[in-house]
């Protein structure tokens, strides 16, 4: 059987013959009659035939959420519209009434264009002698936004929102379309999801958040009147400005009327609806890191951590604007990796030590080995633009400038472009680590003077012999024979030198480079090139710049016995379909780890490290004591770990792991180098990382280390 139901065009072509195109335009437009009179049947016709035959609808803008670990506690969110989907049968019917009796009473009858609308409105504005009625449908409504939603370029923005003839014929068309495809419900429902409402609000569920901090389910009969009626004009109406309660009161008054007359409601209802006052609760959402709530404030740095990893993801966009973008328009549901109750721990133990008006920074970053997930940001700061009240720099010759503290959006634990700090014997562990995938047991000896001539070449300075490099240790307690248990333990400067020459410092600066560190200054680029790499024997002794998150890293991916884990500021992201999101067919929240080194390297790295901890090795002699024994005893359980110093103590690190958790702070001063920490605060990083370890670790069963094979013990 033929269908004998005019096309798209021929209902529009329909309503040019009856002229009723032209009142439309007019209705809604002020512009001149002859203009659309002047196309003609035909041409109107034949400009009809061009247009799409159907409407491109591209998802609109929706809000990415972001919680932590526990998927409940909300970090922010991340929005240019403010914006989330929300089905009709989750909406107060309320509302839906309210929009049909304000926008388009005779929606339920109409097929997209409304001939009696129009027809209306014509007489109304040429008694007027201008523009008094508009004649658009809600489905033309939501067409008009949809090509909005779905434009890429000005141009596009410009052409969906223009008040010209031939946008009111497209809009025309397209409704009549959309109305052959869609039901009702349908185009209600996605029309109340992307009308604007005001304050940043896109769509009823953003709107009831914003005016009444409820959900849309819950909205009473005026509660909806009233952000019905805001759709209109939405700044004219908007209660929430000063003097405007009037025209808002108003406004909903007439939608109620407008919803008894289509017998939505009684006379009753709307009565007690009409005598009800204007009771705002408004809410400002969280958008961006700089939103994250005063209660959990310290968790900003954190957020900017996960803000910069999302940036470099190829999963997300082909440069960083279009991941940005697609952060704030994704409509992603992220549950990122920081755990509660380790960043309280953290964070108390930070400002046990520091305060937050310290010039001095005091940070930690815990990562969990065998995933590389980022599971506490802790530093003595909070995250906030406001700077004015900040103290004074701490570089005289930056007195009129104000210090970062207590404020600051600096990554200073790493994620941005801050090259980080000098790490101090830190760095001993990569000249290890590489001496023993060599093959080196750790039993390797070398007699340690208390001042070494090396064989590195260097310019002259205070750790130089005329033209070769000569450091000397920090104890002449520490002269004498050592091997790596005791050399690691007791942190001795001129066992490890040796031990560099022995391997090669190119070997020490790549071992590096492979368990995640990037050389960020000018300098630190050139030494570890490989025109230079080979001769930078004091890069064992931590004078290359590094971040929090990069050693904490390190030592996680000893504890996960070679196996090193990208770190990782997220456990699951979800598209607005609840599905994973991936990308080359990979979950990208997925843990991207793969092995740097054998597992027999990383347990005798391991049994070396308890050496400065404490707790004493199991295959050798640690030599009488270590660098940070009290670690061990704060702690008490198996843990193993190194400290940092520089040279007049500029820095102060200690990283400390266990098999379930690996830990490392820092106390510096980022705004100035030269600003030593000093004797007093060479031991608090320790303190915190064994405190907080202690307390993250509290409730889990105890897990041991696996001792090296003999291969790599003698």
Sequence with gaps: MTDRRPTVAGRVALLIRAGLIAGLVIAGLSYPFTALAGMGV??????????????????????????????RTLLTMFYEEYRRQVALKDMSPYITQAIVASE???????????????ARAFVANQQAGGVSQGASTL????????????????????????????RKLREMRLAIEVEQRLSKQEILQRYLNAAYFGHRAYGIYAASEVFFSKSAKNLTLNEAALLAGLVKAPSAYDPAIKGQSAAALQRRDYVIDQMLKMGSITAAQAAGAKKAKIKLKLSAPPNDCVSVSRKHNDWGFFCDYFKNWWREQPAFGGNVLEREENLRRGGYRVVTSIDPKVQAAAMEHVLDKESRNSPFAHGEVVIQPGTGRVVSMAVNRWYSLQQDDNGKHSDRRQHDLRGNYPNTVNPLLGGGDMAGYQAGSTFKIFTMLAALDAGLPLSTTYYAPERFVSKYITAPGPATCGTHWCPKNSSKSMTGNQTMWSGFGKSVNTYFVQLEQRVGAEKAVAMAEKLGLKWRTAVDKKLASPEHASGWGAFTLGVSDATPVEIANVFATVAAE????????????????????????????????????????ARAATDAARCPTGYGAARGSCGGWGTSEMVYGTLGR??????GTTDNNKTAWFSGFTPQLAASAFVADPDNPEHYVG?????????????TLRDALKDQPEAK?????????W
């Design 42 to 71: 035909k041409a109107g016709t034949g400009a009809l035939e061009n247009m799409p035959e159907q409407l491109t609808e591209v998802p609109a803008a929706q809000t990415t959420y972001v919680y932590a670990k526990d998927g």
């Design 104 to 118: 388009d009473t005779r929606f339920y009858e109409h097929h997209g264009v409304d001939a009696k609308g129009v």
């Design 139 to 166: 489905t033309m409504q939501y067409v008009r936004m949809a090509l909005r939603d779905s434009a890429r370029t000005p141009k596009q923005a410009l052409e969906a929102t223009e008040q010209t003839a031939s």
């Design 562 to 601: 070679g196996s090193y884990c990208e770190p990782l500021p997220v456990v699951s992201i979800r598209t607005p379909d609840g599905k994973n999101a991936t990308y080359k067919g990979k979950v990208i929240a997925a843990p991207r780890c793969h092995r740097v080194f054998s597992q027999d390297v």
């Design 638 to 643: 198996p843990v193993a770990g190194k400290s």
């Design 679 to 691: 004797n007093g605060r060479s031991t608090i990083s320790k303190y915190t990382v064994a405190q």
């Design 705 to 713: 280390f696996t001792p090296p094979s003999d291969k790599l013990v």
